[in-house]
């Protein structure tokens, strides 16, 4: 049985298990006759026009500001899982503190129950923590030092959007209970709580689907952050739906984990642990550098000043040592680190605290790293040893790899030096500073495709490379395979990337194939080009995948665009029996008039469900991204043929 065959079977049977990360459905209100800018009525300015909303309404209104994006639970950054986050986060800041020694956590049917047993949410404040933005303990550093939370506007974010929220507080034999819908108060009271009861604090909530739509929590990714959650805090034991995520040696158990066993690692764990840093790490085959770093407990998967500066530190720690120049991508090929730190008003890029922006740490962390470094080489000459083998066998590695590949970038860059075929390019790079911040290539399939998105693309910022079919298969080829396979060298090329990654051109890698077996299999592909020899640009976060929706649904005054047949059934119903509903097969059926709305950028003011949808390439575990690799994209192994008979045995021709 054919590769080919194989992964198109297995991408649909996915697409069928996990529907895209979409918003049900985009409304698009028809206009009969076109107005003149001077036809239009003129909207007064005014007192009037000041509004002031209650409570908790401006986090419904304006989700996004406080928990990045909504989603269905298909993304482990979709809103679901940050609600989720920030009760949890609440706990871990209680045992960070010295109080409590575990965490019960239940999710089912959508339903999330979290119980701590810390000092309890002080009683008469409890219904204030929970409802008013400007209330909290988290502004006080006397009671919470380094705390996940800086001011605790994410559990107001989870009762506002969550269609039942329950919290309660049980403090000395007393407890308090407060109720909510949609962030709107229901009830309260205070009583006695049953005898020995253990102080604490639970939280009871289920996000609302008027705002997520049809969600669940996908079980794979909470254990990734509960596990996270246990190596940051080592002791502290998490129950969740019955199992048990507890760690004793913290980040070296985060190390062993992701490399399958200390057996992998170069020379024995290095941990040091300072009043504010502490990281564990150590070299292994690799020649590519991973660091999982966290901030108060908060997982910083984009990095930050934190990650830059301990790279810094210990390159000139391992310089001082050998009283060298090493370069730092020779002296971090290969490095796996933990690295953890504490701060008191951390300050990141956004509400979802995915990187660290404080630069007065720069200058701590890279005298404190570099001290350590040079300390630890000291006294371990065997690993000094090791170490300085491992450097000098990077140099050499990214020689030979430089001069083969140079020479054939040089041959290559021949046929593309005035225009590369197949590109169309935008007028801003991220070489062009701020003008290019925003830059996105979408990688298309066939000039069909490519025809809808050219007449209504954004020209200064969105350029598109179309495919001339399916490109090749590059698993187990060497990088010297690329540049002979004239498409993937003109798409190398394209993006910028023939050198070095840093010459990156464009902000976001948009893969927008069709939503059928086909459009499966080249999305799978240009993954599997992307992993095998530019693995950082998805770690990093560049990489996405274009959502447009697969069904139009519209009558005579009306057209609902829908992402899932859930949504078409409804839309359906909405508009009563005399609509018409068209499945869209392939992205050249949609007119480049529709497709416009489906590719620009949502601008403020605008309902969550316009614009462009995008589900970002994430990596759950780097240890298994070889093996599955080699599973769909390998040769045709009895373990794949096996999975296909007992799977997808219905698409598969007799």
Known sequence: ????????????????????????????????????????????????????????????????????????????????????????????????????DKIDIEIKDGRVKIRDYGRGIPLGKLEQCVSDVNTGAKYNNSVFKQAIGMNGVGIKATNALSSYFRAASIRDGKMAVVEYERGVKKSSTTCAAKEGVRNGTYLEFVPDTEMFGKYAFNMEMVEKRLWNYAYLNPGL???????????????????????????????????????????????????????????NGQSTDDGGTHVTSFLDGFTKGVNSFFKKEYDE??????????????????????????????????????????????????????????????????????????????KQVREAAKTVSLKIPKLKDCRYHLQDGPKGANSMIFITEG?????????????????????????????????????????????????????????????????????????????????????????????????YILETPLFRVRNKTRTIYCYSEASRDKAQKELGKGAETTRFKGLGEISASEFGQFIHERKDGEPEDVGIHLTPVNIQTLKNVPNVLEFYMGKNTPERRDFIVHHLAQEIDA
């Open 1 to 100: 049985m054919g590769e080919e065959k194989i992964t198109k079977a297995a991408a649909k049977t996915k697409a069928e298990a996990v529907p895209p990360k979409t918003v049900d459905k985009v409304v698009i209100e028809k206009k009969t006759t076109k107005k003149s800018a001077k036809d239009t009525p003129k909207v007064t300015y005014d007192e009037n026009s000041i509004l002031h909303l209650e409570g908790l309404e401006h986090i419904r209104l304006r989700p996004g500001m406080y928990i990045g994006s909504l989603g269905d639970g298909t993304n482990e950054n979709d809103g679901i899982y940050i609600l989720l986050k920030e009760g949890i986060d609440n706990s871990v800041d209680e045992y960070s503190q010295g109080f409590g």
């Open 329 to 406: 991508k020779d002296v971090t090929c290969g490095l796996l680190v933990g690295l953890k730190i504490g701060i008191d008003n951390p300050m990141f890029t956004s509400q979802t605290k995915n990187k660290l922006g404080n630069v007065e740490i720069r200058a701590p962390i890279i005298q404190e790293t570099q001290a350590a470094v040079d300390d630890w080489l000291r006294h371990n000459p065997d690993v000094a040893g090791a170490l300085e083998e491992k450097i000098i066998r990077n140099i050499k590695a990214r020689d030979e790899i430089n001069n083969v590949t140079q």
């Open 447 to 543: 000039d069909s495709a490519t025809g809808s998105m050219v007449g209504s693309r954004d020209v200064t910022h969105q350029a598109i490379f179309s495919l001339r079919g399916k490109p090749e298969n590059m698993y187990g080829r060497k990088k010297t395979a690329l540049y002979d396979n004239e498409e993937l060298k003109n798409l190398t090329f394209s993006l910028g990337i023939q050198n070095d990654i840093d010459g990156l051109r464009y902000e976001k890698i948009i893969i927008a194939t069709d939503a059928d077996n086909d459009g499966f299999h080249i999305r799978n592909l240009v993954m599997t080009y992307l992993l095998l020899y530019f693995e950082e640009l998805v770690l990093t976060g560049h990489v």
């Open 237 to 295: 034991k998490i129950n969740c739906n019955g199992n048990i995520y507890v760690s004793q040696n913290g980040l070296e158990d985060l190390l062993v984990r992701e490399m399958d066993g200390i057996s992998n690692a170069m020379y024995k764990l290095f941990n040091y642990r300072g009043e504010n840093i502490e990281f564990v790490l150590t070299h292994t085959a690799s020649l590519d550098k991973f660091v999982y770093s966290f901030v």
